[in-house]
C-alpha cells in the first residue's frame, strides 16, 4: 500500500526559480529516499535522509525531514530545463526498515 | 559499465496471451524487484527476491508470477494479460534490500494489451 503522498501533483516553473516538492507519510519511518524519474525511464535515486536526520544536502538539492509532522520536502535551486522530472519520495515502516513504498509523485516542469 | 537491463522496453501482447518480461543486472545485488507503474501514479511493489528467496506482496494478482533463475536473471510472467495490467514495468536491484539502501532501476518495459 502507498505510504508517502506528495504535493503539489505537478509544478511549473522558470528556469532559475527554485523548487519545493513535498511528501507527507502516515506512520513512523526508518528512512526516507526522494527518485527522480525522466518520462518514460526508470527512476534514480537522488538522496536518503534518516529518521535522526533533519536536513540533508546535495548539490543543488536540499531535503528537509520533519518527523513530528511526518513530512519530508525536497527543495531544487537554481532549477534548469534538464530538471523537468517526475520526483518520488519512498518511505518504509516502523520496524519493518526494508520494504519501501512510493508516493505518486510530482511533475516538475521547468521552462526554459 | 554497470546497470540493469530490462528488455523489450516495449512489448505488445494480446488479451489473454502470455508474456514474460525480462530484467538483467551486472550489478551482483542479492535483492531484485519488480514494480507496476500506471500512468501519473506511483511505482506499485509486485513482489522481490531476497537471493532466492521469493517475496510477494499481499496485493498483487496471481495472474503475476516471477522466476530468479540465478543472481542476474529475473523474470516477470503474465498468465493472462488483461486490459488493465497495461503500464510500465519497472525492475530494480539493491544490495542488501534495506531501507538505507539504493534501488537501481532499469529503464522500464513498457506493456500494451491490446
Known amino acids: 500500500s502507498q505510504q508517502g503522498e506528495e504535493d503539489p501533483q505537478a509544478l511549473s516553473i522558470q528556469e532559475g526559480e527554485n523548487a519545493t516538492m513535498n511528501c507527507s507519510y502516515k506512520?513512523?519511518?526508518?528512512?526516507l529516499q526522494w527518485y527522480r524519474q525522466n518520462s518514460g525511464r526508470g527512476l534514480v535515486h537522488l538522496i536518503l535522509?534518516?529518521?535522526?536526520?533533519r536536513e540533508k544536502h546535495s548539490g543543488r538539492l536540499r531535503v528537509t525531514l520533519d518527523t513530528s509532522k511526518k513530512s519530508s520536502s525536497l527543495l531544487i535551486t537554481a532549477s534548469r530545463a534538464a530538471d523537468t522530472a517526475s520526483y518520488f519520495c519512498?518511505?518504509?515502516?516502523?520496524?519493518?526498515?526494508?520494504?519501501?513504498?512510493f508516493g505518486a509523485g510530482t511533475r516538475l516542469t521547468v521552462k526554459p | 559499465d554497470a546497470m540493469v537491463i530490462q528488455n523489450p522496453r516495449y512489448q505488445v501482447t494480446q488479451f489473454g496471451k502470455p508474456v514474460t518480461l525480462s530484467c538483467s543486472q551486472t550489478?551482483?545485488?542479492?535483492?531484485m524487484y519488480w514494480y507496476q507503474q500506471k500512468s501519473s501514479q506511483a511505482p506499485k511493489l509486485l513482489f522481490h527476491?531476497?537471493?532466492?528467496?521469493?517475496?510477494n506482496e499481499a496485493d498483487t494478482p496471481d495472474n503475476f508470477q516471477s522466476r530468479r533463475p540465478n543472481t542476474s536473471f529475473c523474470f516477470l510472467d503474465i498468465r493472462s494479460p488483461g486490459l488493465g495490467d497495461a503500464a510500465m514495468y519497472l525492475c530494480?536491484?539493491?544490495?542488501?534490500?534495506?531501507?538505507?539502501?539504493?534501488?537501481?532501476f532499469g529503464p522500464g518495459t513498457r506493456l500494451t494489451v491490446l
Open positions: 519512498a518511505t518504509d515502516a516502523v520496524p519493518n526498515n526494508n520494504d519501501m513504498r
Open positions: 550489478l551482483n545485488h542479492n535483492v
Open positions: 535522509i534518516r529518521s535522526n536526520e
Open positions: 530494480a536491484t539493491s544490495g542488501s534490500g534495506t531501507s538505507t539502501d539504493t534501488q537501481y
Open positions: 527476491y531476497y537471493d532466492k528467496d521469493f517475496n
Open positions: 506512520t513512523s519511518i526508518n528512512n
